[in-house]
């Protein structure tokens, strides 16, 4: 009697087993990337044999095996246009991040090029393979007295176009010396 009792549950654990769906919960453990070398106030300059080329300053500086961090950091660039005049670009932000060609600008993000042009905004990419500089968030600048506002920056620096959504636009009349 036992036994047939034993077989009767064995059986019906069995089909009920048969049509129950198993799911396997996987577990992944996430692996933290360490940094391969660590700088506090750091300085990095990049020379060619006639003159300094880029000045890069951090607070903080981690490089790890696929990506570079910044933290308070600052690039200083040497930058010529079309009729080779000798620009300085200066770029701060609370981070920066550089993977291969992109580089990745967050919080409080300053762009100047001398009293030309500036740009403020939280957030900013960009890739110096193509030149082109983008983001999705607001965004304030000032081009040789004129005022641009709005969101969803696109510039590309080889064909000097610039795009924006919701742009508000400010041009000073009274500018005595503007040029072209």
Known sequence: ?????????????????????ITKKIVTKEVQETPLVTFTDATMYTLNEEEVLRIVEA????????????????????????EN??????????KMVKKETL????????????SIFSLRTHELYYDTQKEIAYNEKLFNSVYKGDILN????????????????KAHFEINMNAQNKTN
């Open 85 to 94: 005049n000798d620009y300085k670009d200066i770029i701060r932000a609370d």
């Open 103 to 114: 580089y990745s600008f967050f919080d409080n993000v300053k762009y100047d090029r001398e």
């Open 59 to 82: 607070q903080n500086a981690i490089r790890y095996k696929t990506r570079d961090e910044m933290y308070d950091g600052t690039i200083v660039t040497r930058v010529k246009d079309k």
């Open 150 to 165: 709005g969101s969803h920056l696109y510039l590309d620096n080889k064909t000097n176009y610039l795009k924006a959504q």
């Open 1 to 21: 009697m036992g036994v047939k009792l034993f077989v009767a549950t064995l059986f019906i654990v069995s089909i009920f087993s048969l049509f129950s769906e």
